[in-house]
């Protein structure tokens, strides 16, 4: 399965942690018994902390910060910059220099629906759930259920919707 596996030497990696193949990690760090999906990239300076699971195809930038206990969906997209450039102003490839990474943190034991795109800037909630597809562009409060175009809520979490089913 290494084969498949592209993990650079600088990634911080905790005990038990699972891979499906073909994932890019660089520069990141996952915390113990956290579950990497297939077709995953995590890019430097991400951190994804205890017993999350990450699924297949999902694309997390450097400034992410995923606290423990979280879930993300298949193919879910995070945003590091609010006004992307190819360029410079003098017309050359913009490096890192021409511009600031934005942050957005997942707080402990949230889930992200599948095809969830998430902005730069934002924080979503402890136990929040996002439905799928939405596309988050504000902060989502802890506790919280919000879905759409752009997210909104639609009310708080239940016991029974934070139940885990076995």
């Known amino acids: 399965m290494n084969d498949y596996l592209c993990i650079s030497p600088d990634v911080k990696l905790g005990t038990n942690v699972k891979f499906s193949k073909f994932i890019n990690l660089y520069g990141c760090e996952i915390g113990d018994n956290t579950k990497i999906g297939a077709f995953v990239e995590v890019q430097k300076h991400a951190r994804i902390g205890k017993n999350c699971k990450i699924s297949s195809h ?10 423990d206990d979280v879930f993300i969906g298949h193919g879910v ?11 410079t102003t003098e017309g050359g490839l913009q490096t890192e220099a021409d511009w600031m990474v934005e942050t957005t943190v997942i707080k402990k034991g949230a889930s992200l629906g599948s095809g969830v795109t998430i902005l730069s800037k ?22 919280t259920i919000v879905a759409g175009n752009p997210a909104r809520v639609l009310r708080a979490v239940t016991s029974e919707a934070s139940r885990r089913t076995e």
């Open 58 to 67: 999902t694309f997390i930038c450097e400034g992410v910060t995923i606290e």
């Open 122 to 143: 934002i924080t979503v909630g402890e136990r929040a759930i996002v439905g799928a597809g939405s596309v988050v562009t504000k902060s989502v409060p802890a506790d």
């Open 77 to 87: 997209t995070f945003i590091n910059d609010s006004y992307p450039r190819a360029t």
